[in-house]
Each structure stands twice: as structure tokens, then as C-alpha cells.
């Protein structure tokens, strides 16, 4: 299974030395230890659902959305969903952080998750790095590696 971890962002502004996105980098590159991962930023969600459209695999896309009115998992639960996905032959996986005035109805028809970290309102940049960092310490719960303690 290869893990995309994507984000709506008109304007790219911010350098990329950017201490959150640092941060993202990192975790994604250790996650990628386990499961091909990458990050990707589209200029509208319409760019991100006809990226899901060219992929040429034999299985379609997974999508899972992140939005504050999504369903809450712990990271175990979390880390069991993703379990899942890869068990049962899920070739791409793409998360995606959505644009800031929310994701519209086609495409929250089109996840299979609409995933939330709470009912907060988090700068992209710092949901990228919490989002990245989510996506190894699943992937070290799997792998029954020591990272994720229990709490």
C-alpha cells in the first residue's frame, strides 16, 4: 500500500524550511520505512479529486478526508483502519487536508473516512506534521515497534 498525504493550498507561500513542515517531512520519511509514502499539494480540491481519477492502478484510491466534524479515532483505532486497508489489497492510500472553507459534498461522498483530530481548527502546515506523524505511529502500532507506548 502507498500512503499520499495530500493538501489543498491555492498559494504556497511559506518556505519550506518551515519548522511544521519539517516536522512532516520527517515523520513521512520514517513512515516511509514501512509503506511507500509521499506528500503531494493541489491547488483546489477539484485538482485533488481528478488526480484520483488518472491514477492507474487496479484498485481505486482510498480516500480519507480530514475535517473537524469527522469521526474521532485514538491512534490505536486509527492504526487498525489502516491495518485493514492494507489487508485487504488497498493500493493508494491518499489522506488529504482540505481546502479552508471545507470540502464540498462530492467529495465527502467520495472518502471512505472523514477523519477529525478534534473540533479545533488547525493551520495546514501543523495538520500536515500531526497528520504525518499519526500516519508512522500507526505504522509502528502495526509493526509492533516500541514508538507507541500505549499513550
Known amino acids: 500500500m502507498k500512503i499520499v498525504l ?3 493550498s491555492p498559494t504556497r507561500t511559506r518556505a519550506k524550511s518551515d519548522a511544521a513542515a519539517t516536522l512532516a517531512t ?3 520519511a ?3 520505512r514501512y ?3 509521499k506528500s503531494q499539494h493541489h491547488a483546489s480540491e477539484a485538482d485533488l479529486l481528478a488526480s484520483l481519477d488518472r491514477q492507474s492502478i487496479r484498485t481505486a484510491p482510498v480516500l480519507i478526508l480530514l475535517d473537524s466534524h469527522g469521526k474521532q479515532l485514538s491512534s490505536e483505532e486509527f492504526a487498525a483502519h489502516l491495518g485493514r486497508l492494507r489487508d485487504s489489497g488497498t493500493q493508494s492510500l491518499i489522506l488529504a487536508i482540505g481546502p479552508a472553507d471545507g470540502w464540498t459534498t462530492a467529495a465527502r461522498t467520495r472518502a471512505s473516512l472523514i477523519l477529525s483530530f478534534g473540533p479545533i481548527t488547525l493551520p495546514h502546515e501543523l495538520a500536515r506534521a500531526v497528520l504525518a506523524e499519526q500516519i508512522y505511529r500507526a505504522l509502528t502500532i502495526l509493526a509492533n515497534h516500541p514508538y507507541h507506548s500505549g499513550h
Open 6 to 8: 495530500a493538501a489543498i
Open 26 to 28: 520527517d515523520y513521512l
Open 35 to 37: 509503506v511507500p509514502c
Open 30 to 32: 520514517r513512515a516511509a
